[in-house]
């Protein structure tokens, strides 16, 4: 299932941040794609707040990947950047589980490792405020996410 929702500022993309945390479910896998710029970290960490997550999610460029401990599962954000030429597994299957939501930005650098559903989101910049979020589902749970937003 594929939808475009096209947003106008900073707090409507908080807003469907916050819509995607009140329906996405332990085990979802969440992968952003866009230009440098384009929102990706601005929309994880408005999607990471909405989850409960208290501290700031600032890209874990140089990490690669950061958890964030909630009550009944982990939040992990994932900054694939500095993958782009390796081919190095870092056990990213330990955190495709179905018990914690993973968030992915650059998710592109390491397709090979991904599991077989998800939710992609392409975040592209239009204006200074505006972005055009396009999202692709792919599988029963991501298609009812994406019909539910």
């Known amino acids: 299932m594929k939808k475009t929702i096209t947003i106008n500022d900073l707090n409507e993309t908080k807003n469907l941040a916050s819509r995607l945390a009140n329906v996405v479910e332990p085990g ?4 952003l794609s866009g230009d440098l710029g384009a929102g990706k970290t601005t929309f994880t960490q408005a ?3 909405s989850l409960g997550v208290k501290r700031v999610m600032t890209s874990p460029t140089f990490n690669i990947i950061k958890s964030y401990n909630l009550p009944e599962f982990k939040v ?15 056990g990213f299957d330990e955190y495709f589980n179905n018990k914690d939501i993973t968030i ?9 490792y991904l599991p077989d559903e998800f939710l992609k989101i392409h975040i592209e910049h239009i204006s ?15 298609d009812r996410i994406v019909g539910e937003l």
């Open 47 to 49: 999607f990471g707040e």
């Open 104 to 112: 992915i930005e650059w998710y592109n650098f390491i397709e090979e």
């Open 28 to 31: 979802a896998v969440i992968l």
């Open 128 to 142: 200074i405020d505006k972005r055009r979020f396009t999202l692709c589902s792919k599988g029963e749970l991501y």
């Open 76 to 90: 992990h954000h994932m900054d694939c950047y500095r993958l782009e030429d390796s081919d190095e597994d870092l």
